[in-house]
């Protein structure tokens, strides 16, 4: 399935003891339409807030609904801020998490006098002005493989804080910033610590040189604050065979 969310009510994708998750809410209508105890398989989790244009998910299930038509039903019991918007059935042996051969973020930025009553949910809103020339060319030195280990949130632990970043890049339409960012994989709060270390960038507060430093000294410390989730969004999920692309309508690039 692809799913699209709003994050902003809700702990994360996944279950968790202290409130209510996406997971859990497809999980529960699921159940209700199969007479199952169904376990669903996210591509990856999202933190508290951060919301989603593609979040691909699978699951096991005897009933024999066509798989299409999985996307239909749930929709009707689900609420309006979650949507499944397209289910098949695939083979047995896909897993929609470790199947992932590359996955896209996008971050909306609000830079304006004033915040957007329509936006405020789904971007950071900066008032102050930002160089966005200085974030572009910062957001070029994440390209490549390196050690993003600097990039990840405190305490957080890993087999190993390598990953690669095909394309990073920043664009602009009117007041709002988006940035796209396509790796083989991501560090818990990584996208975040990339943007909140680039916005000091384009606040003028430090330099470039801090991101190419971070990957030699690994120090969480030395860079920007986490930016918000509130604008963070799970943008594009590819596999072998199968593209979220394919079934999200592009008019998302910006609001």
Known sequence: MVIQYD????????????????????ENELSKLTGEHVT???SGRTDSG????????HFDTEVRMPGEKFCYALNVGLPRDIRILY???????????????????????????????????????????LDIDAMQSAAKLFCGE?????????GSAVDSTVRTIFASEWSKEGELLCYDVTGNGFLYNMVRIMVGTMLEIGLHRCD?????????????????VTAPAKGL??????YSDFDTADFVNRGYRCF
């Open 146 to 154: 390196h050690d993003f280990n600097a990039f990840k949130a405190s």
């Open 208 to 224: 470039e040189s801090v991101i190419t430093s971070a990957f030699g000294h690994c120090d969480r410390t030395r860079l920007g």
């Open 87 to 129: 289910s098949e059935e695939t083979d047995p042996a896909f897993h929609a998490r470790f199947d992932v051969q590359k996955k896209s973020y996008r971050y909306y930025v609000l830079n304006s006098t004033h915040d957007s009553p329509f936006l405020h949910r789904c971007s950071n809103h900066i008032h102050y002005h």
């Open 7 to 26: 994050g902003t009510e809700y702990v994360g994708w996944q279950r968790q003891p202290n409130g209510l998750a996406v997971q859990e809410v497809i």
């Open 233 to 238: 969004f799970v943008a594009r999920v590819q």
């Open 50 to 57: 951060v919301h989603a244009l593609s979040q691909v998910a």
């Open 40 to 42: 669903l398989y996210g």
